[in-house]
């Protein structure tokens, strides 16, 4: 694909995608959706009731703005360096030590439990890695 400015538009949208689909079964009921929605202190109604196209249409460009910075991070050095496994160890490393401690911080002001935060932890590890995955290996 052409890329514009060193940025790989089409493998950024897929990336940004990955968060919406890891979060579609990682958040699911018979997952770990409902231990969130407790911890969370959210009932069946406050999820009903939310505008969730707004909040999936920012989410996604959130998705958008983490995968431009991803893409960024991950893309550097030679051929041997341009692979999904390279890709998915940055993903990781920029989940560990910039995604979950912003979290986390926020989560321990809000008074969350560590249960909910490694929920959430958990999920942002997973979709780094994938989307750091994809935008490493998709040259």
């Known amino acids: 694909m052409e890329e514009e400015f060193g940025f790989n538009f089409p493998a ?3 990336a940004a995608v990955v968060p919406m689909v890891v979060g579609f ?3 699911h009921e018979k997952v770990l959706g409902g231990i969130w929605k ?10 009903q009731g939310a505008n969730m196209p707004l909040i999936f249409g920012l989410a996604f460009v959130m998705a958008i703005m983490t995968a431009l910075f991803l893409s960024l991070y991950v893309n550097h050095g030679g051929a041997e360096f341009q692979t999904f496994k390279h890709g998915a160890l940055h993903g990781v490393l920029a989940a560990l030590f910039l995604g979950i401690p ?3 911080t ?6 969350r439990s560590l249960q909910y935060i490694l929920i959430n932890a958990g999920y942002w590890i ?3 890695a994938l989307m750091g995955g994809i935008l490493c290996a998709w040259r």
Request: zero cysteines; charged letters at 25%; a negative charge.
């Open 102 to 104: 912003v979290l986390a």
């Open 12 to 14: 950024i949208f897929v």
């Open 126 to 128: 997973v979709s780094f």
């Open 38 to 47: 407790k911890e969370a202190g959210l009932t069946d109604e406050d999820i």
């Open 25 to 27: 079964a990682w958040y």
């Open 106 to 111: 926020n989560a321990l002001f809000d008074r």
